[in-house]
C-alpha cells in the first residue's frame, strides 16, 4: 500500500507525456488532412476545342487574330472567375500589353463549360503598338479565378503573335489552366 501511496505524485507525468502524443498525432493528422484538402478542392480549369487563327497583315479585312476555346471546370467544386482577358503587345513587358476583357465575373459547376469567342483587327495592333511603341504583338489568355482558400491567383497561356513581320506560332502540349 505504501508504495501505491508513492507513485501517486508521479502520476501526472505520463498523463503529460499521454497528452502531449496525443496532441502531436492529431497535428499531424489535420496536416495530412489539411494538404488532401487543399489538392482535392483545387481548381481544375481545362481549355477544350482551342483554336488560335493569326491571319496575315496584307488580309486588312481579316482578324489578326481570331481565339476560340471552351473552359470547364473539371474539378470537384464550383470555381468563381473573377475576369479572362485577351492581353496583347509585348512578349516580356506586361506593363506594354493592352488587355481586352473577354468574360467578367462568373461561377463554373462541376463539368460546366463556357465558350469563349474573341478576334482583334489589325487597327486593335495597330493602336497597340503604336501606344507602346514597340514592333510586335504576341498575345496571352489570362485568366483570374479564385481558389477555395480565397486567395486570387492568376494562369497566363500564350497564344502565339507577331514579331516584326513574322508569325510566331506557340505549339502547347497540356489543356490545362490550373
Do not use: C, H
Not at 8 to 37: C, E, M, N
Not at 105 to 117: A, S, V
Request: glycine residues 6%; proline residues 4%.
Amino acid at each position: 500500500m505504501e508504495t501505491v501511496s508513492q507513485l501517486v505524485p508521479y502520476l501526472p507525468i505520463p498523463a503529460l507525456l499521454v497528452s502531449l502524443v496525443s496532441i502531436g498525432l492529431a497535428y499531424i493528422s489535420f496536416r495530412r488532412t489539411k494538404i488532401f484538402q487543399e489538392y482535392e478542392y483545387a481548381p481544375r480549369l481545362q481549355l477544350n476545342e482551342e483554336g488560335t487563327e493569326l491571319s496575315s497583315q496584307s488580309l486588312v479585312n481579316t482578324p489578326a487574330i481570331r481565339y476560340t476555346a471552351e473552359i470547364e471546370n473539371r474539378g470537384s467544386k464550383p470555381v468563381q472567375i473573377k475576369s479572362i482577358y485577351l492581353d496583347y503587345g509585348a512578349r516580356d513587358d506586361a506593363e506594354k500589353r493592352m488587355k481586352y476583357s473577354v468574360a467578367g465575373e462568373m461561377y463554373l459547376n462541376t463539368g460546366q463549360k463556357y465558350e469563349l469567342e474573341v478576334e482583334r483587327s489589325w487597327t486593335d495592333i495597330a493602336e497597340m503598338k503604336e501606344r507602346f511603341s514597340i514592333n510586335q504583338a504576341m498575345f496571352f489568355l489570362r485568366v483570374s479565378f479564385y481558389r477555395p482558400n480565397g486567395n486570387l491567383e492568376e494562369s497566363i497561356r500564350s497564344l502565339g503573335g507577331y514579331d516584326d513581320s513574322t508569325t510566331v506560332y506557340n505549339s502547347q502540349r497540356k489543356t490545362t489552366l490550373t
